[in-house]
């Protein structure tokens, strides 16, 4: 199969053995609309948060903010959410996977524009900004803390702040200092042993501290690049000039993009992300759990207690279409991940959900190759390039990072 695969592609795209032949002449108007279509300026307003009530109010905001780099949110005092999501580096870390408390399996995503994603997680397992906020609070490889000591902690340090946003604190004073339903078996077993209405003073006080965050994480928008300066002088119907021009080999890597590599399938829109899950025959990483993507993510996001049906939503149920509608399909799912953002890419090595292809290179190389999933149906059709191809479209992908990452001829 994979055989008969690699030929059809061949077949279809043979043209790209000679695209160094290809000029950078008058763009036509379907490639023009498909460049405008990738442009920041396409980007629209933010979507509604309808889980948050407090999404945009500033005040929560600059909340969201303070704890974001605050690292007393953690079990060990010395993690905060920016040790894996550093502002220097696009709100992301660099690593192959992500490392707080721990090393975790998976790597970090960046934040930048995260606001407009359907799902969060490579697996899709939260369905919002501020449940995705509180999952890493309790992860013992990331935040390490627990649910008891989280509101505590806004209790004693952050009580005027947080009741001018959310109103009066609860009496926490009769809650155990540590317990929480996904802690260890003492803080299970102590959290168990709450009254009801002290778990659910806990919980509201807990799902404040993610809306919080994600109140501020929705100011992350992504920035400019110049790509989108190109785009904007295309669009205006003008020749892109200084710091907006292309060179040769960008246009041939742009052409590729929105053309012959079939790239626009999955990275489409203005952040460059259909934000679906997609099995692409990425092999697992040695060493680490099996990780079935989103097949398990399914199970997750519909069973988090956080999700927009859940009782600390500011939602309707009218108004949670995504989980109400999602695909359920699991075995469809099987090792399929989500579509990542381009934006900024070039700058952020190594690449797919655990870091397991280097360079933009090898993972041209991969799609090129298109090889079999370990498990599920890979969805990639291999693609033929010339060297200068390769080069092509990495020097495009360049001109999507925020810094002026420039590729000669």
């Known amino acids: 199969m994979k055989t008969a695969r690699r030929h059809a592609a061949i077949g279809a795209l043979c043209g790209l053995l000679a695209l160094s032949a290809c000029d950078s002449g008058a763009l036509s108007e379907d490639e023009r609309a498909k460049i405008a279509s990738l442009s920041i300026d396409a980007l629209g307003p933010l979507p509604p948060s309808p889980g948050n009530r407090y999404a945009d109010d500033p005040r929560a905001a600059d909340f969201g903010r303070r704890l974001f780099f605050d690292e007393g949110l953690s079990g060990t005092g010395t993690v905060s959410c920016a040790t894996c999501h550093n502002p220097d580096r696009q709100f992301q870390d660099g690593l192959p996977r992500g490392v707080g408390v721990a090393e975790t399996d998976r790597r970090t995503m960046p934040l930048a524009g995260a606001a407009w994603n359907i799902w969060q997680f490579w697996d899709g397992r939260r369905d ?235 993972v041209i190389d991969h799609y090129s190759s298109a090889p079999d999933a370990v498990s599920g149906q890979s969805e990639i059709r291999g693609v033929v390039f010339t060297d200068r191809g390769r080069q092509a479209l990495i020097a495009f992908l360049k001109t999507l990072d925020a810094e002026d990452v420039r590729a000669s001829d």
């Open 128 to 362: 919002s900004l501020w449940a995705q906020a509180l999952t890493p609070l309790e992860d013992q490889r990331e935040h390490a803390g627990n649910r008891t000591a989280y509101a505590r902690y806004i209790a004693g340090v952050y009580a005027g702040t947080y009741e001018e946003i959310f109103g009066s604190l609860p009496d926490l004073s009769q809650t155990p200092e540590n317990a929480s339903p996904l802690g260890t078996e003492t803080e299970r077993a102590d959290w168990s042993a709450m009254a009801p209405e002290q778990r659910e003073a806990v919980n509201r006080v807990f799902a404040n501290i993610g809306k919080a965050i994600a109140a501020f994480e929705r100011t992350l928008a992504p920035p400019e690049t110049r790509f989108d300066r190109f785009a904007r002088a295309m669009a205006a119907g003008q020749q892109p000039a200084g710091n907006a021009a292309f060179s040769d080999l960008e246009l041939e890597g742009l052409r590729l993009f929105i053309g012959k590599a079939n790239c626009l399938e999955c990275h489409n829109g203005p952040r460059l992300t259909d934000d679906h899950f997609h099995n692409t025959g990425v092999p697992p990483a040695k060493g680490l759990p099996e990780d079935m993507g989103r097949a398990t993510g399914i199970a997750a996001v519909q069973s988090d207690p956080f999700n927009c049906l859940g009782r600390h939503s500011d939602a309707t149920p009218e108004a949670c279409e995504a989980l109400r509608f999602m695909k359920r399909e699991e075995t469809a799912m099987e090792r399929a991940y989500k579509t990542p953002s381009l934006r900024g890419v070039a700058g952020r090595p190594p690449y797919m959900h655990a870091g397991q292809i280097a360079s933009l290179e090898a």
